[in-house]
C-alpha cells in the first residue's frame, strides 16, 4: 500500500483541563514517511495531543490543517487511531470484530492478512473475550491497520505486548512509513534502532518556564 | 450503516437475553397490575390501553442507557467517527437497531397483553398501531438524552428526569389515537397529530443526535 502525500500541520495548539493548562503553544508539522515519537511524563499531555491529531478533541486555541495529496481533507478521511479504549467487542470473535472494522473502510479483503501481520492467524474463531491483553492490543493494531489510512495516531501501541508483538509493531511501522505513510506515536518504550525516528519531547508548562 | 445496525443485533442475541429485560419488565407491569386493581375484567379492558402505554414507556426508560454508553465507553464510538461514517448515519443505524431490539419485541407481546385484559379487538388494533406510530418519537427522546448524557458515570435517574417531560406529549397523543381508532380508523386526526409528532421527533431528532455525540467526542 501506497499512499498520496499527506499532511498534518498543528500550530500554537493550547489545551486546558479546568483551569489547568496542560498544553501550552505547542506546534508540529507532520509529513509522509515521518514518524513522531512523542515522549514525556505521565500527565503532561501526549494522550491529549495525541487526541487532537486525531481530530477527535479540539485545542482552546491553535490551527490543525490536513491536506491528502495536497487537497484540504477532514480528520476522518486520513486518520486511524489507536488508543486505550480498543474498541473490541468481547462477545464477537477475532474475526468478526476485525471484519466490522474491514468492512466499513470497504476492504474485507484485507483481513486475513492483518491477522497474518499481528500473529493471530489460527484464532479466528475465538471469542475476543478470551485472549489475553497482549493479543487484545494485537487486534487493536489489526484494526489500525485495515483502515488503511495514511495517517497513524498511536497511543502506547505496547503497551501489555510481550518481545513479538514488539517486534509487530516495529514491522507494522516500518511498512507503514515505507508506504508513504505519517505515524504519531506516544510510547514508554524502547525505540527501535532505526535512523528517522524525529523526538519530541513534552514539557509540563510550568517547567517550561523555569 | 446496515453493518452497524446488524453487528448490534448480533452482539444483543449474545448478551445472554439482556434485550429481553424489556419483555420481561411489561409481563411483570401488566401481571401486577391485574392483581393490583382486582380481576374485573370491565375495569381492566377500559383501563387496558392505558396501562399498556404506561408499561411500554417505563419498560423504555429503563432500556435507554445501553444504546450508546457501552460503544462510547470500549472507544468503538470514536473509531466509528474516524472511519468517516457519518455521525448522523451513525444516529440512524443507533435507533433503527433500538428499535428492532427493544421496541419490537414490546409491540410482539402487546397484542397477548391486550387480550389478558379482556380488551375488544379494534380497541387492541387501535393500541398497537399507536404504538407503532409513536414508539419511534419516545425512541428517539431517549436516544437523544442519552446521547447527552453518554460523559457522565451514572446517568440512569438524569435520564429518565430528561426524556420524560419529552415523553408526555406523545403519550397524550398515543392514548389518544388509541381510542380514536374505533371511532375513526388510522385515519383519525388523533393518528395524524402522533405520526406528525414522530416524525418531527425523527426528523430533528438524528442530526440532534449526531451533535451530541459529537460534543462528547470533542470534549472526552
Known sequence: ?210 | MIALTLRDIKLAMRSSGAWLHGVLFLVVFTVLSVIALGADKTVLATLGPALIWLAVVFSLLLSFEKGLTEDARDGTLEQLYLSAMPLSALAASKLLSQWILIVLPLLIVTPFIGYGFGMELPEIKGTLLALVIGTPALLVYGTFASACLISYRSNGLLLILLTVPLMIPTMIFGLDASDGYAAGGVFDKSFQALAGLSLLAVGLGIPAIAAALKTHLETS
Open chain 1, 1 to 210: 500500500m501506497t499512499f498520496a502525500d499527506v499532511r498534518l500541520n498543528i500550530s500554537g495548539a493550547s489545551v486546558s483541563r479546568g483551569d489547568r493548562i496542560i498544553v501550552d503553544d505547542f506546534s508540529l508539522s507532520v509529513k509522509s514517511k515521518d514518524l513522531v515519537w512523542l515522549r514525556g511524563t505521565n500527565g503532561v499531555g501526549k494522550t491529549s495531543l495525541l487526541r487532537i491529531a486525531a481530530g477527535l478533541a479540539r485545542p482552546d486555541t491553535g490551527e490543525i490543517t490536513r491536506t491528502f495529496g495536497g487537497a484540504v481533507v477532514t480528520a476522518p478521511q486520513i486518520t486511524a487511531f489507536q488508543g486505550h479504549r480498543d474498541a473490541v467487542k468481547p462477545s464477537l470473535s477475532v474475526y468478526e470484530n476485525l471484519v466490522f472494522w474491514a468492512r466499513l473502510s470497504g476492504r474485507s479483503e484485507t483481513v486475513d492478512r492483518a491477522l497474518l501481520k499481528v500473529g493471530l492467524t489460527g484464532r479466528e474463531g475465538q471469542k475476543a473475550g478470551t485472549l489475553s491483553a497482549g493479543q487484545i492490543r494485537r487486534l487493536a493494531l489489526a484494526q489500525l491497520w485495515v483502515s488503511q489510512k495514511p495517517l497513524w495516531i498511536m497511543d502506547e501501541p505496547a503497551a501489555a505486548i510481550d518481545l513479538s508483538g514488539q517486534a509487530v509493531i516495529d514491522d507494522l511501522i516500518a511498512e507503514h512509513i515505507a508506504g508513504g505513510g505519517a505515524i504519531i506515536l506516544a510510547s514508554h518504550a524502547a525505540p527501535p534502532q532505526r535512523a528517522g525516528i524525529r523526538f519530541v519531547t513534552l514539557h509540563a508548562p510550568e517547567e517550561a518556564r523555569l
